[in-house]
């Protein structure tokens, strides 16, 4: 199921009235700061809610369309997160978050995540040339390798680049749960400062392997995903949020499917996918206010198995 036909879900979902009672749900950015976590290996603190920008930013020059996206980054930085997700893969995304990142002048307010999809050696560095490139920079944040299904995959070409300063950081990434086994393989040997997996309330095959081998490593994770492939605003339609959900301060599904996930301990940030800056600013909510404990988390996946 496709991120476009999740956020169309979304939106008959808030239409509903059920995700967010009208502004009420929005968060107040001037009065709480965004929630951040440390990355293991440098202790540099990122923000727990990040941008995803595959199908959503995979558009083309249409001025309304890049009017649209870029008042999501807008909301993404003022609502104090930084990290914006993309890949050589994703067609024109990592060109249109580029030409919207320089345009409002944004580099150095935001964590550029990008990734590499070919093993060839040559084919890697001209990809890698070619994402610098489109994304106007002369070095991103962290450099990921992408769809991981290799248990002895090498990083050693990942680690040149970051040794020459064209990456911060290192990661490898999985959005399928065939290769949990070898993502967590691959993080136990090379130790990247990432790890990048599907995860969500309704899709938690990851704390078997991947979530423990990533903390073993002392990798920060990053979960792509978060809606469940889309399912999860449609699972809900027409359902209010349970009472107790205030508990740890979820004022709208979104944040109640974020906090899940941003309360395990091995997790750093999450990474929805969005063009719609409202629909971006209630995610940031998630960042804010109190999150789940063990017992609640538990609750929570109850609640969500049993619609």
């Known amino acids: 199921m496709t991120k476009l036909r999740l956020d169309i879900s979304r939106r008959e979902v808030v239409a509903g ?21 440390p990355i293991p290996h440098t202790g540099e603190q990122l923000p727990v809610v990040g941008l995803g920008t595959s199908i959503v930013f995979q558009i083309g020059k249409d001025p309304n369309d890049r009017a649209q996206r870029r008042d999501v980054l807008r909301a993404l930085v003022e609502g104090g997160g930084t990290l914006i997700d993309t890949a050589s893969t994703y067609g024109s995304a990592e060109g249109v978050v580029g030409d919207l990142v320089a345009e409002e002048k944004l580099r150095d307010k935001v964590f550029i995540a990008t990734k590499g999809e070919v093993r060839n050696l040559h084919a890697s560095i001209a990809e890698f040339q070619e994402s610098l490139k489109r994304l106007r920079t002369p070095k991103v944040d962290l450099m990921q390798l992408h769809n991981v299904s290799d248990p002895k995959q090498s990083l050693a070409l990942y680690r040149e680049w970051k040794q020459q300063g064209l990456t911060r950081y290192i990661g490898i990434t999985t959005s399928f749960e065939g290769d949990h086994d070898a993502v967590a393989a691959c993080a136990a040997r090379e130790k990247p400062d990432f790890v990048q997996v599907n995860y969500s309330i309704v899709d938690r095959a990851a704390e078997k392997r991947v ?4 903390k073993d490593a002392g990798a920060a ?6 809606f469940g492939r ?67 988390r538990k609750r929570m996946a109850e609640f969500m198995e049993k619609l």
């Open 17 to 37: 009235g059920v995700a967010l009672a009208a502004s009420s749900a929005l968060p107040s950015f001037a009065q709480e700061a965004m929630r951040t976590k």
């Open 211 to 214: 979530l423990p081998a990533a």
């Open 221 to 226: 994770v990053l979960c792509n995903l978060p």
């Open 230 to 296: 889309g399912g999860l605003f449609r699972r809900v339609r027409g359902k209010p949020l349970p009472e107790w959900a205030a508990e740890f301060d979820a004022k709208s599904w979104a944040q109640f499917f974020l906090k899940f996930m941003i309360s395990h301990e091995a997790v750093n940030a999450v990474i929805p996918g969005t063009e719609d800056a409202a629909h971006m600013k209630d995610n940031l909510g998630a960042g804010l206010g109190r999150l789940p404990d063990a017992a609640m």
